[in-house]
């Protein structure tokens, strides 16, 4: 499987045969898909109508609209479904946040309570991280990818390290370079 896998990967999309190729490489890594879009929306806490099984679906959509080369190895293709996976999370959000705004709707005098300022602001706390996120991509990206890598793909230092090039120690000094900017941004 392993071997099916790789060939799939490094075969591009617009090649002959490349779509199919995207759908079956989606099948043999459904499961691992699956459990990328749990963790991703796990740590959105319900502020999103999605499931996890919608968003999968979602980013299958996405990706096979991606044109471009291959994909090197599992991992690169697997971080690559995880930013996917974010940015999809975060344009939920937002369309929420713009429905609140009025979005073409009558404004409605309501007061709900706790329950929805407190996932107010837990959305807002996500687009706050994202942003940061962004920020750092632009200043560092290698420490965006290693926040990435750990955080939203699950990866442990040494599959970092091995994805990136680099050695786990500098993964080490990486991570903790970006904790800290990140906590400087969101303070």
Known sequence: MTGDITRLLHMGPDEPGGRAARDRLFELLYNDLH?????????????????????????????QGVAGPAFPDRDHFLSYAAKVMRSIVIDVVRARQA????????????????????????????LRVHEALEELAAAEPRLARVVELRYFVGLSEPEIAEVLGVTERTVQRDWQKARLFLSLQLA
């Open 99 to 126: 429905d609140r705004r009025g979005g073409g709707d009558a404004p409605v005098t309501l007061d709900t309570g706790l329950a929805d300022r407190a996932s107010i602001e837990h959305e807002n706390e996500v």
């Open 35 to 63: 459990r990328l879009a749990h963790s991703r929306l796990r740590r959105a806490e319900g502020m999103t109508s999605l499931h996890t099984t919608a968003l999968v679906h979602e980013s299958y959509l996405r990706l």
